[in-house]
């Protein structure tokens, strides 16, 4: 083992940070035997040092921008978050030589070519694992498990707030709003639920998660996107009926068109799903990525998605191989955006939805419905009609067909005088069994 | 990208190295991209070249020997099997420099250290993803992802062909006989199924998952093993009247003795798992493993543990590893044995028991049934009770106590006069809800 240590500014000492910092002291000695070297902490940057009296007042600084390029640090660990000032010191970190271990998505999700090419030219390391899905081994699995398969598919469960309200929605039948309160009440979402539950987050690592599995540029602005604020009692009562439930899904595809020419889709909104899939079993915080491959097959990840602890494990991950590559010699892989293929618009990206309708309860409804489809292009797979008091339920799930068309045939449908209420549109993945 | 290409030798050409020759060419441009320069194949080692007209005939020989070690071959891609004469030529090519990617998990589980140092010494990679859980990438999360955390137990489904069979045996009441011939005329057990369903394979991976995990050397002779030949159509029946199903599993813990020393424990056997654990809707031929760790907590990777897609799957994205640590020098993690923990004999391991017995049906005979677990040191957890016409049934599930008491406790019932018949014994895992 090399004697001379591998030395790590950390920025931002918060719940994650704090844990990597406990770590770094406590298993200090099996971080070495791993690294190949010991792993030193050579400065800790926060807003406010005076408010850290755990730490070690040496460490402490509120000079981040000094930090990360100062002589003797080896490695920056971002833990702080948010757009600017970080992605100015991690540019200035990686042009200095620095590896950067980071899990910052949103940043990511936004500027990683630029982040890359820094890394690229200076020959630094860029790992950022812990940017999506937590604790789960996903991104590894991804650039470097996969790296001689083709990837068409990453579906998954990405969000803890999110699934913790639906969770919570499909078990009690209490609405949204009811839901959302408990949550933040039991500490499962923020003061500000925006970034979670508009999927904001999600749709971050949609972009992070496209870019990798498929080899291509994909940004958090390329990500169809709809939170869950909109989901209804009704959408989950709709759900039960036919067997389903919601959850919020980052939705990757690789899509073929008619004339043989690729593209990607990346997109982030609430599902249906049988309650027999695999994804409709993990509940509260938990998160859980399906991945599709032509050799491989279907794989699944599952593990926490956030937390102190979980967060700091794939930190410390990311940590030991970056060092590991200082000491041996060598990097990790670099970004590969080599396939550089289009991304495809939300309308035109194959879905299926699901329909629920309340209609007047006489001969001829049910025609004048599927007429709407048909006119849009849309294939019905499954009806299910029942008749109420005055009125009668027509449940309808549609084959896969471009969203756009799906889109305006609910809107027709909406406006039919036969049609009295739209009680539930939601897309469906999965097969019923 | 390099123009300099980086020259495979592939070893054995049957289902899983058909499909690598094939991916090799066919996604020979998407390679070359993740790997910084042309992944080409110097030649092939089978048997009988004649008998593969479907291979180009330059390219084909019958001397390994020669082959492995070739000036122009840079990486050789073992998919023999076997111990010898493999395991002489993987050493004489670790030690000539060539990098290792091999799927011999027979090998792995017992001449690790060997081949480890051959590589260490010379520089060279030695990569086996495709070892255990086939298309699963579960080893590079072990070895890398997990590398900043302290793993604590490791217990999965690693075998297809007994996983089918108990899943048989637990959807149709069959017993294992029956199963099995099933299993065989469907193609889902070999010919001489031996090595599945004694446990062989299963203990082969069990040994590099410790090893992995646990940061020590664990060989297939430290594992305990115990197939599924005994398990009976009473006990797949005695397993539902607990709403439980039986699985074989492999679990890897690392147990901290009472005076606080560590020590590490590997075991494969049948256990009663609760049919609301994720491992017990794991059927057919697929694989699924648990992993928890201190900071992660738990994690679980499921999917296609066997067949020639998904091996070579997991077989190419070693091979891209090793083909751009040769582009961009560097090396991947070598073998980690520095914790040297010792391995605890099955005995001493602690476990829990389900024990089902047909009595007499008088009364006190529970409390001398009882007398005999307390007076081996073994505290009951459950006891359920049943009269039938002249006898009883009694099922207890045991407190976690060392498997020698248990095995003692077992063997003591046996010979009451009181019981009658022990209708089933088995290992549990897992809380009932």
Chains 1, 2 share one sequence.
């Not at 590894?140 to 068409?152: K, Q």
């Amino acid at each position: 083992m090399r004697s001379e240590p591998i030395r790590v500014a950390l920025l931002g000492c918060g719940t994650v940070g704090g844990e990597v910092a406990r770590l770094l002291t406590e298993q200090a000695g099996e971080l070495a035997a791993r690294a190949g070297a010991p792993v030193e902490l050579a400065g800790i940057a926060v807003r406010r040092p005076d408010k850290h009296p755990e730490l070690p007042p040496e460490l402490l600084t509120a000079d981040a921008a000094k930090l990360v390029t100062a002589e003797d640090v080896d490695v920056v660990v971002e833990l702080i978050g948010g757009i600017e000032p970080t992605r100015t010191w991690l540019l200035d970190a990686l042009r200095a030589g620095k590896s950067v271990v980071t899990a910052n998505k949103a940043l990511l999700s936004e500027h990683s070519a630029e982040l890359s090419e820094a890394a690229d030219a200076s020959g630094a390391d860029l790992y950022f694992e812990a940017a999506v899905a937590g604790a789960i081994p996903l991104l590894r699995p991804l650039r470097e498990s996969l790296a001689g398969d083709r990837i068409t598919r990453v579906m998954g469960i990405v969000n803890g707030t999110t699934n913790y309200i639906l969770s919570a929605m499909d078990s009690t039948g209490a609405g949204y709003a009811e839901a959302l309160d408990e949550a933040s009440r039991l500490g499962y979402a923020e003061a500000d639920p925006t970034a979670d539950v508009d999927g904001y987050d999600a749709a971050s690592k949609a972009a992070i998660l496209a870019s990798l599995a498929f080899h291509t540029r994909v940004t958090a602005a390329d990500v169809h996107r709809e939170g869950i604020a909109a989901v209804t009692a009704s959408d989950i009562a709709a759900a039960k009926m036919l067997n389903r439930t919601v959850k919020l899904l980052a939705i990757c595809e690789r899509v073929t068109s008619e004339d043989g020419g690729e593209s990607v889709s990346a997109r982030v909104h609430p599902v249906m799903i049988p309650r027999a899939h695999q994804l409709a079993g993990v509940s509260g915080a938990f998160n859980a990525v399906y991945v599709e491959a032509d050799a491989a097959g279907e794989l699944m990840f599952y593990g926490q998605g956030a937390g102190g602890a979980p967060t700091a494990s794939a930190v410390l991950g990311d940590l030991v191989a970056v060092a590991r590559n200082r000491v041996l010699g060598g990097l990790g892989p670099r970004e590969s955006a080599h396939a550089g293929l289009p991304v495809r618009p939300m309308g035109q990206t194959p879905t299926r939805y699901h329909v629920s309708l309340d209609v007047a309860d006489r001969p001829g409804v049910l025609a004048q419905v599927a007429q709407v489809f048909a006119a849009n292009g849309v294939s019905i797979a499954a009806v299910r009609q029942r008749d109420r008091l005055s009125t009668a339920s027509l449940v309808i799930v549609t084959h896969l067909a471009p969203d756009a068309a799906l889109e305006s045939t609910v809107d027709e449908i909406g406006k039919m005088d036969v049609v009295r209420e739209v009680v539930s549109v939601m897309r469906v993945e999965g097969e019923d069994q």
